[in-house]
């Protein structure tokens, strides 16, 4: 009866265990060689280059990818002027409007002086307090006021003259002063001779549902 030696055994599984017995050769799949090229082109790629792009950005980074982009600069320099431009455009225009409760009307008064239908316009305005502002931009003289929804309500003025810069720069004067107060929503730009035609609830609300701007809106059946 032929036995086997325990020794033999042991040794025999222990080469096995021990990885000492040869393996046959496996051929690895040309697919996983071109896939793990393209990963240690793209790691290297990434590595060397700033992490200027989004992919690689959140791929290496845990924090806000946007601190690793580059900022755009204009082609030249920016005026303030257009800078600040920028900021209106961005900050103000292209944000939606919200109404509350709290939302008014800004009443822009480009004048010479004196406003001359200052009372007609305090029998408008009364009995609305809350729902309006009113800025007086008077280019000549002080004014005086016996409104008081007028009275206090003269800011820093200068000189204007018609058809030249200087109304623009009051008329942007007036709108700086009127977009200090959040709660001002829609902004009409009057003149000493402007007089209203309707009650302020009718303008109030015609203002305050639509979105569009108004420029000269009435019938001109003149030659121009």
């Given at each position: 009866?032929?036995?086997?030696?325990?020794?033999?055994?042991?040794?025999?599984?222990?080469?096995?265990?021990?990885?000492?017995?040869?393996?046959?050769?496996?051929?690895?799949?040309?697919w996983i060689i071109i896939l793990v090229t393209f990963v240690?082109?793209?790691?290297?790629?990434?590595?060397?280059?700033?992490?200027?792009?989004?992919?690689?950005?959140?791929?290496?980074?845990?924090?806000?990818?946007?601190?690793?982009?580059?900022?755009?600069?204009?082609?030249?320099?920016?005026?303030?002027?257009?800078?600040?431009?920028?900021?209106?455009?961005?900050?103000?225009?292209?944000?939606?409007?919200?109404?509350?409760?709290?939302?008014?009307?800004?009443?822009?008064?480009?004048?010479?002086?004196?406003?001359?239908?200052?009372?007609?316009?305090?029998?408008?305005?009364?009995?609305?307090?809350?729902?309006?502002?009113?800025?007086?931009?008077?280019?000549?003289?002080?004014?005086?006021?016996?409104?008081?929804?007028?009275?206090?309500?003269?800011?820093?003025?200068?000189?204007?003259?018609?058809?030249?810069?200087?109304?623009?720069?009051?008329?942007?004067?007036?709108?700086?002063?009127?977009?200090?107060?959040?709660?001002?929503?829609?902004?009409?730009?009057?003149?000493?001779?402007?007089?209203?035609?309707?009650?302020?609830?009718?303008?109030?609300?015609?203002?305050?549902?639509?979105?569009?701007?108004?420029?000269?809106?009435?019938?001109?059946?003149?030659?121009?």
């Amino acid at each position: 009866m032929k036995t086997t030696c325990p020794w033999q055994l042991n040794v025999k599984d222990f080469r096995i265990m021990s990885g000492l017995r040869k393996r046959p050769h496996l051929k690895r799949p040309l697919w996983i060689i071109i896939l793990v090229t393209f990963v240690i082109i793209f790691l290297i790629t990434a590595y060397v280059s700033p992490l200027s792009s989004s992919t690689a950005c959140y791929f290496f980074s845990s924090g806000d990818c946007t601190l690793y982009q580059s900022p755009s600069f204009p082609a030249r320099e920016l005026s303030d002027e257009e800078t600040i431009s920028q900021v209106v455009i961005k900050e103000i225009l292209n944000t939606p409007p919200i109404q509350s409760a709290d939302s008014k009307i800004a009443f822009l008064f480009l004048t010479p002086g004196t406003l001359p239908f200052e009372l007609l316009w305090d029998k408008f305005f009364r009995g609305h307090e809350g729902r309006f502002s009113v800025y007086v931009h008077a280019s000549r003289e002080k004014p005086g006021h016996t409104s008081q929804y007028f009275i206090g309500r003269d800011i820093h003025s200068e000189n204007v003259d018609w058809g030249k810069i200087s109304m623009v720069d009051a008329e942007r004067r007036l709108l700086a002063h009127a977009l200090l107060d959040p709660d001002n929503l829609q902004f009409v730009l009057l003149s000493d001779s402007c007089v209203p035609l309707h009650n302020f609830d009718y303008v109030y609300n015609y203002l305050m549902h639509t979105n569009v701007s108004f420029i000269d809106c009435f019938v001109d059946l003149g030659p121009h």
